[in-house]
């Protein structure tokens, strides 16, 4: 298994104790965490450049399910 699918693993089940109204507050949660031990590791700046990917990606998504370009990640 590598260190990806070990994650995943820790992730996925780590969700399936919780209830579905408490899964989105935990990922939320792992997303704060993780963010702050970017900034610990790899320093700010590597830190806020992968929050704002991870944003980025996250209206990405929203542009294209709501019909707008698919490209880019803005409207």
Do not use: Q
Not at 6 to 22: C, E, H, I, Q
Not at 61 to 70: H, T
């Amino acid at each position: 298994m590598s260190g990806r699918d070990d994650a995943a693993a820790l992730v996925a089940g780590a969700l399936s104790r919780r209830t579905p109204d408490a899964r989105g507050r935990f990922l939320r949660e792992l997303l704060a965490h993780t963010a702050a031990g970017l900034v610990v590791i790899e320093g700010e700046a590597e830190a806020s450049e992968a929050v704002y990917r991870l944003a980025d990606a996250v209206v990405a998504r929203g542009v294209r399910a709501a019909g707008g370009p698919a490209e880019g990640g803005r409207p």
